[in-house]
């Protein structure tokens, strides 16, 4: 089983490579510039299991540069039955205050990355009728942040798009899901104070942030044939911060 990860270089994208290396799948690690990073979640996945590892840089923001992906995997017998959409990149600031680069920048990475990630890898899935598309959204797709508009509009757009695939997809036996995490202790909440995590872990009810690991079980979840039936879901693991 073939599985690609997008983003998959370090924070939830590492820690679901890692999940699916340790059950001895072939993993591929798809990564922008982050090459070092890469390199050394593959390391750990080596050790992990008896898969094949493989790492390969595209922009998600070009169809040409993932057209040359595809082509690399094909070329390695490595077309995903497998993929998490997991790549993208945070805005923090007021709403009057978003650039019209910032605003492309982001729905270029968070959903259009998505688009054709998805569109590139589907038709092996369909022909074989058979595979899982597993998308990380956020909790703010579902329930909207201040000061992250544009962020919470392309995860909102996440879960609309695989609502709406799940259904389009389901007679070829392909399930559509996505993951939207609540806070988890990654690199993305690296901005926030001391202070504003102590706050941010007494507002969530379970007390503490989420671990990347866990995020990686409930994906590694959803891609089992025992899923079959769940599709067109959005699943959030929050510790009971938004419900």
Known sequence: MNVLITGGSR????????????????????????????????????????????????????????????EKLQSAGLLPDILVNNAGIAHYG?????????WDDVVAVNLKGVFLCTQLFMPEMIRSRWGRIINISSVWGISGAACEVVYSATKGGVNAFTKALAKELAPSGVTVNAVAPGAVNTEMLGGFEPQELKQLEEDIPAGRLGQPDEIASLVYFLSLPESSYITGQVISPNGGWIT
Do not use: P, W
């Not at 590492?14 to 340790?22: E, L, Y």
């Not at 007021?94 to 910032?102: A, E, G, I, K, R």
């Open 94 to 102: 007021l709403l009057s205050d978003v650039t019209d680069m910032d």
């Open 11 to 70: 924070g939830i994208g590492a820690a679901i490579a890692r999940r699916f290396a340790a059950e001895g799948m072939n993993v591929v690690i798809h990564y922008l510039n982050s090459h070092e990073q890469a390199n050394e979640t593959a390391r750990e996945c080596l050790t992990l299991g008896s898969g094949q590892i493989m790492t390969v840089s595209a922009d998600l923001r070009s169809r040409d540069s993932l057209e040359r992906m595809k």
